[in-house]
């Protein structure tokens, strides 16, 4: 069993900046890919950026440029560095981990911008 634990979420003004983490603990570790997903009320969960354990990195088109995904493999960590924030940034910040193939997702994490 894998645990994702999730911190760094809170209330920013627009332009402002926040750091999430995410430490995944369990038995057994072998975790590959790692992510970050975000969901806004009333709408669907959406990939936000994506980090392979080599180091590749995937962005969704409206975080591009703002925000930086980065892990560190011996803590099984995850991070994503969230600048130039926007209102519509807002939302639930899920972490995402696969660990021997299977998917595990954090409790989420509130990320809340004011205009």
């Known amino acids: 069993q894998v645990q994702l634990v999730e911190s760094g979420g809170g209330l920013v003004q627009a332009g402002g900046s926040l750091r999430l983490s995410c430490a995944a603990s369990?038995?057994?570790?072998?975790?590959?890919?790692m992510g970050w997903y975000r969901q806004a009320p009333g709408k669907q969960r959406d990939l936000v950026a994506t980090?392979?354990?080599?180091?590749?990195?995937n962005y969704a088109d409206s975080v591009k440029g703002r925000f930086t995904i980065s892990r560190d493999n011996a803590k099984n960590t995850v991070y994503l560095q969230m600048s130039s924030l926007k209102p519509e940034d807002t939302a639930v910040y899920y972490c995402?981990?696969?660990?021997?193939?299977?998917?595990?997702w954090g409790q989420g994490t509130q990320v809340t911008v004011s205009s």
């Open positions: 995402n981990a696969l660990n021997w193939g299977w998917n595990y």
């Open positions: 980090i392979t354990s080599g180091g590749s990195t």
């Open positions: 369990g038995s057994g570790l072998r975790v590959g890919p």
